[in-house]
């Protein structure tokens, strides 16, 4: 079984930063891709940036120039470095991961549970 544990959520002042961290573990024998989701209240969940097994990156456009993802393939670990935050970033942040299984290699999809972001003076 696959997890994914997200931390790094919290309260930040309009304008700082923040970083989260979301760590893969379990029977893994490759991940694929590793992104970054969110979901304000009354909203629906959407992609905010998404790491390809490549090296691809890709961002929705009101992140773009403010949050940057990147990976730690050794540690299975992605982050996002969130800078420059608004109030209308304030969401649930969910990691999702997609790969094979260790053993069986069946295909993988999984979220993690998610952490709260709140940018708010």
């Known amino acids: 079984q696959v997890q994914l544990v997200e931390s790094g959520g919290g309260l930040v002042q309009p304008g700082g930063s923040l970083r989260l961290s979301c760590a893969a573990s379990?029977?893994?024998?490759?991940?694929?891709?590793m992104g970054w989701y969110r979901q304000a209240p009354g909203k629906e969940r959407e992609l905010v940036a998404h790491?390809?097994?490549?090296?691809?990156?890709n961002y929705t456009d009101s992140v773009k120039g403010r949050f940057y993802i990147s990976r730690d393939n050794a540690k299975n670990t992605v982050y996002l470095q969130m800078n420059s935050l608004k109030p209308e970033d304030t969401a649930v942040y969910y990691c999702?991961?997609?790969?094979?299984?260790?053993?069986?290699?069946?295909?993988?999809?999984?979220w993690g549970r998610g952490t709260l972001v709140t940018v708010s003076s």
């Open positions: 379990g029977s893994i024998f490759r991940i694929n891709s």
């Open positions: 790491s390809g097994s490549g090296g691809f990156t």
């Open positions: 999702r991961t997609t790969g094979f299984a260790a053993g069986s290699f069946r295909s993988l999809e999984v």
